[in-house]
């Protein structure tokens, strides 16, 4: 089943001019649900502004996003905050969390402003924190955790919303070696035991190795699009 | 909306040197305008008592146009249904009918013109606190020849002693001038330096002896009611019943009174609006510094779906907040500093002969009414409110795509 469809996505800056930039030149890709996709590429590829769009931070200049079946690129600026409230987990590079929430807040935090009762924030904010194994920093705020379990409290936050997918721009890139595979492991368990897919960009090959899917993009085009079966690989 | 509240209470405190800092400037701003207030506002009583007890009363009687044109034959009519009427009323502490003659105070040292007035002492002591306040001598009750009170500022200005002799002139209702002699019995004190320059009184027998008439002349009759704040009523009464003569009210005598009063009252909340005005561009300036520092992380909150109108709540809330501490504090200070004073007074003893000149007294007692404690908390929350709504507005413009973009 298709969560994310692009057809002909095209994001120019400074159109129509000398300094025209082409972002995003044509690009068509579908994500189903469960997958664990890669988007990777040289700087300047056009990743961040893909998963941008995706999420409804950016408008394509061109084109359109289908989430499940729905096209978003027309929705309304407060439309897309509502849309991406209920339908999309973000994970950023730098954690950007809330930095005056404990761990616990921050991940409810979202749920709150989905409006869901407090014995269902708890329950979830509970089971998610122990997920991602700090159901002992749950008071701590962000100035006294790691990098690392920062990355694992912003994890929380963009699931605790049930979201249809998680985006996640470079969330090893701030990390070390030892908090990035604890980051994998966390993801790639999630993805498997609740069928959650994620799309994350990046540059870390060993982030590449544990995607299902990695999407290379150059020059703001799909170059290619493998799909990687341990311990085969296969092109889609 | 509780998370909303938490985290604006949070972000409140985020930088505590800051927000102790604006939430100080509300205090002293607060505080300071509504002291000056309560000091305006104690200017104008103790200058409307002062007033009041020294020779304007709360109603004064006089026949009709006798102000307009004060001539010795223009009595108030019927005398004695007037003062029975002013007797009977259960608001009433006391009357004091009056004659008024223009005459010339004449002493070695030089002239001065007066107002005589013929009083009968009994009725006085009711109404007015000079006969209580006198600095020296006695009040009509030392000489059995024709004697005199006179204010402090005339018997300096003509050198003149207690027990001294002075000519007074003045006309007879026929118009022909008479002079006579009179004793300095007393000398008064009014806190009014124009006041004490040209009133001088005699008693009321006295003077229609010196008058050569049998006719005892009631020019005025000066009421002291209860309560100030029914002059107006007792006003409405009484006029219909005494239709031939006048019934002013202190304000309607004195409207440079009324006019002070009102004045001064304009000033104090043009004064608290420069106050408010100055706090609310330290508000905005405070809370913009606060925004820019977090415009990431507002662009994030939208990102991850928190909706403008929640966003602009948020700092709408987290400014409102400094006023609901500040201002609580504030008042509290005001009300302590404004009762402390109200009962020992402020004493200006370094500009008391100024002060006196303009009919006041150099200890002034603060006082405020409770409304304006009430109507200045809904100001300064009020511009609070108003200088929230750039700030918010500015949060609002933060573009999550924009802020992500800044690692």
Redesign the interface.
């Known amino acids: 089943m298709k969560v994310i469809e692009t057809s002909d996505l095209k994001k120019y800056y400074n159109p129509d001019t000398e300094l025209e930039v082409r972002a995003l030149d044509g690009v068509n890709l579908s994500v189903d649900q469960g997958e664990f996709t890669a988007v990777v590429g040289p700087s300047g590829s056009g990743k961040t502004t893909l998963l941008n769009i995706i999420g409804g931070l950016d408008k394509p200049t061109f084109g359109q996003v289908l989430i499940d079946g729905q096209e978003i690129t027309s929705f309304s600026e407060n439309d897309l905050i509502d849309y991406r409230l209920h339908n999309i987990g973000f994970v950023f590079q730098a954690y950007n969390l809330i930095p005056v929430l404990s761990a616990y807040e921050n991940a409810e935090f979202i749920m709150l402003l989905q409006g869901k009762s407090e014995a269902e924030r708890r329950k979830r904010v509970n089971k998610l924190l122990k997920d991602v194994g700090l159901e002992k920093q749950i008071n701590k705020r962000p100035t006294h955790l790691s990098g690392g379990q920062q990355q694992r409290v912003a994890v929380a936050r963009a699931l605790a919303s049930k979201p249809k997918f998680v985006l996640a721009d470079e969330p090893t890139a701030n990390l070390d070696s030892k908090a990035t595979t604890q980051l994998l492991d966390i993801m790639k368990r999630l993805n498997e035991e609740e069928n959650i897919t994620f799309i994350f960009s990046t540059h870390d090959q060993r982030v590449i190795d544990r995607a299902k899917r990695v999407v290379t993009l150059d020059d703001g085009k799909i170059i290619s699009d493998v799909l990687q079966k341990q311990p085969e690989m296969q092109t889609k | 909306m509780k ?1 909303i509240i ?2 604006a209470w ?2 409140l405190w ?1 930088n505590k040197l800051r927000t102790a800092v604006i939430i100080t400037s509300i205090i002293l701003g607060l505080w300071s305008s509504m002291f000056f207030m309560a000091m305006i506002d104690g200017v104008n009583e103790n200058r409307t008592s002062i007033a009041i007890n020294t020779y304007l009363g709360h109603i004064q009687i006089h026949q009709k146009n006798y102000l307009e044109d004060p001539k010795i034959d223009k009595t108030i009519l019927d005398i004695d249904k007037v003062i029975n009427n002013i007797s009977q009323s259960s608001e009433v502490v006391g009357y004091a009918p009056r004659t008024l003659i223009d005459a010339m105070f004449t002493t070695a040292k030089g002239n001065q013109g007066v107002k005589l007035i013929g009083v009968m002492p009994a009725h006085e002591k009711n109404v007015f606190v000079i006969p209580e306040t006198l600095e020296s001598g006695t009040y009509f009750s030392q000489f059995k020849k024709p004697s005199v009170i006179i204010g402090k500022a005339l018997a300096d200005k003509l050198h003149l002693k207690l027990h001294s002799k002075v000519k007074i002139s003045f006309q007879n209702v026929e118009g022909d001038i008479l002079s006579y002699a009179f004793r300095i019995e007393g000398i008064y004190k009014a806190n009014n330096g124009m006041l004490e320059k040209t009133q001088v009184f005699t008693k009321q027998e006295t003077l229609t002896k010196l008058l050569g008439s049998s006719q005892t002349y009631i020019h005025e009759i000066v009421v002291k009611l209860k309560d100030i704040d029914n002059t107006k009523n007792i006003q409405s009464v009484w006029q219909p019943k005494m239709v031939s003569n006048a019934v002013k009210t202190w304000d309607e005598i004195s409207p440079d009174m009324g006019y002070a009063q009102e004045m001064m009252s304009t000033f104090t909340y043009i004064f608290m609006l420069i106050i408010l005005i100055a706090l609310s561009f330290a508000i905005v300036n405070t809370m913009l510094m606060a925004i820019l520092e977090r415009k ?2 507002l662009g ?9 109108s ?1 966003l602009f709540m948020m700092i709408m809330i987290e400014t409102v907040l400094l006023a609901i501490i500040a201002t609580p504090i504030g008042m509290l200070l005001s009300y302590s500093s404004i009762t402390y004073f109200g009962q020992h007074g402020l004493h200006f003893l370094s500009v008391a002969k100024g002060l006196e000149h303009f009919g006041m007294s150099a200890v002034i007692h603060t006082n405020l009414d409770v409304s304006y404690y009430l109507g200045i908390t809904a100001l300064t929350i009020f511009t609070t409110l108003i200088a929230a709504i750039f700030p918010a507005r500015k949060a609002l413009a933060s573009k ?2 924009d802020v ?2 800044e ?1």
């Not at chain 2, 994030?300 to 403008?308: D, E, P, Q, R, T």
């Open positions: 998370t938490k985290i949070r972000n985020r990431r992380e994030i909150m939208m990102a991850v779906g928190l909706n403008k929640k999550p795509v992500i973009k690692v």
